[in-house]
């Protein structure tokens, strides 16, 4: 996708006029005497149409395109023995991720991961702002996708414009719809992948086969794609302007070091049209000849030539665009650049400017992800393959033959590898205290058991009151490996 995506955005750009662009006049001010403009509270959304670019930048956002949704379409696929190496068994409270199984009770990896991403976050942005919205948000990755399937429908930029005025004919309709269908194809087959996460994909794709699928099932496959559809299809730089909270909040992770996207008027202005045999300097005017190209590639339609702005999701499409009018002129590239408000003002080089990337709040960030990391790597690796949690019975004690006091619980074994295992349970915490009945119990693969345990104790030891006992739970086949449940035993003052 991305090779005909970078022919055709080539095309467009040798095609695009060399000095001038064409812009709508201003509305005429009100004549005196006249009622005043009624005006709408909301602007008028303009539909865009990004001119294709390619470049340095456009191959990175291809790259991570196919990177990310080959994990994403490819990963349910994948097996682990005989079952999907990820799958998220939510009925079965199970969570396998390859090698491992996770339990709701594993909640707090799923807290580590979250911190880790918010820190990466951070980091990202700190170094060179909106990384992630630029390369690897799944609304700029289907958009482009959607953006891909569009054009090679309906043709280049100005095709697309001149589709859109024209009336409806059975040529438009034909080419509107069928980009509809492949958009539709593209949203449900990613609806159908999401689902697969949480129910085996060939499982899944055999009952759709057949029309066999649950009601939830169809709800998520449904709604999923619809959201697709939707925010690839339609509302595109809608998301990102006003739907996503971080173009709210981005500013606050800027400082004067980060890297952003910047238009360097100190040597693009005064822009102008001109020939490319004609030297700036004899006109007066700066590096920009104003083709508007920048803007013509942007796929939320700013014009970065006015400073940065919340609406730049740092795609740098506009980099790649002006490097290449940049190369037609014969000028040097770089008038549209990644660099620091510091350095512009400063007019720092770039070896100034990565030094002051490298300052102590970068440098804290990647420390504090990093021991995350560490630390919940060594956990994982050091997990137990089992839990054990212990439950009191309603029952709080009772009195049995010969006095003897006895207490019930249930065990819950919680076997996280992928082999069966016995178990060995003992109680301690009294002396006397033994467990009445089975003290090992078969557990299979993956899989949780609830025994019922009956401890008692002869009459006359412990103290009346709750006294601190330990269920001591062992698997026989992995010496070394013991869980420690705590309850409390009561003895009837």
């Known amino acids: 996708m991305g090779t005909v995506a970078q022919r055709r955005g080539a095309k467009e750009l040798s095609a695009a006029p060399d000095i001038t662009v064409m812009r709508d ?14 005006h709408a509270l909301f602007e008028v959304r303009k539909h865009i149409h990004p001119r294709a670019v390619t470049g340095w930048f456009a191959g990175w956002r291809w790259a991570l395109v196919w990177a990310t949704q080959i994990l994403f379409y490819g990963i349910p696929w994948l097996t682990w023995g005989d079952r999907p190496a990820v799958l998220f068994a939510l009925e079965d409270r199970r969570f396998f991720i390859f090698g491992l199984v996770l339990y709701p009770q594993d909640f ?37 996708i959607f953006m891909w399937i569009e054009r090679a429908i309906e043709g280049d930029r100005n095709a697309r414009i001149k589709l859109d005025r024209s ?30 996460y949480f129910t085996p994909i060939r499982t ?6 057949s029309l066999s699928l649950g009601n939830w099932e169809w709800f998520w496959v449904l709604f999923y794609s619809f959201a697709t559809w939707g925010n690839a299809g339609f509302m595109r730089e809608q998301v990102c302007k006003y739907m996503c909270p971080y173009a709210r909040f981005q500013s606050a992770m800027f400082d004067r070091d980060t890297l952003i996207i910047t238009y360097d008027a100190a040597r693009g202005e005064p822009r102008g049209s001109r020939s490319r045999k004609a030297d700036p300097r004899a006109t007066g005017l700066g590096s920009c000849v104003d083709c508007g190209i920048c803007v013509e590639v942007c796929p939320t339609g700013i014009d ?4 940065l702005q919340y609406e730049c999701i740092g795609c740098a499409a506009c980099i ?12 040097p590239r770089g008038l549209i650049r990644y660099t620091t408000t510091r350095a512009l003002e400063s007019g720092l080089d770039r070896a100034s400017v990565w030094r002051r990337v490298l ?56 076997n996280s590898s992928e082999a069966p295992r016995r178990f060995r ?13 089975a003290t090992e119990f078969d557990v299979d693969s993956a899989a949780v058991r609830r025994v019922p345990l009956s401890v008692r104790l002869e009459p006359g030891l412990g103290k009346p009151g709750a006294n601190p006992i330990r269920f001591e739970v062992e698997a026989i086949d992995s010496p070394g490996h013991t869980v420690v449940a705590r309850s409390t035993f009561l003895i009837p003052r």
């Open 304 to 307: 970065i030539r006015k400073g």
């Open 167 to 196: 009336p409806w004919t059975f040529q438009k309709i034909a080419r509107r719809g069928s980009r509809h269908v492949a958009w539709i194809a593209v949203a449900l087959w990613t609806g159908m992948t999401f689902v697969g």
């Open 359 to 414: 300052r102590p709040r970068v440098l804290i960030y990647t420390t504090i992800l990093g021991l995350i990391v560490v630390t919940l790597g060594i956990t994982l690796a050091l997990r137990a393959p089992f839990k054990a949690d212990i439950i009191r019975d309603r029952m709080l004690s009772r009195i049995v033959e010969d006095g003897v006091i006895e207490n019930s619980f249930g065990l819950q074994l919680m």
């Open 320 to 331: 790649d665009g002006c490097n290449q009018v940049m190369d037609r002129m014969n000028y």
């Open 108 to 144: 707090i990896y799923l807290t580590g991961l979250l911190i880790i991403s918010a820190l990466s976050l951070f980091l990202f942005t700190a170094i060179a702002g909106r990384l992630w919205c630029g390369y690897a948000c799944p609304q700029t990755v289907y958009t482009e």
């Open 204 to 209: 899944l794709t055999a009952n759709l086969a």
């Open 25 to 38: 006049p201003s509305p005429p001010a009100a004549q005196p005497g006249q009622p005043d403009t009624e």
């Open 425 to 437: 349970v003992k109680v301690v915490g009294i002396d006397g205290i033994a467990l009445a009945g």
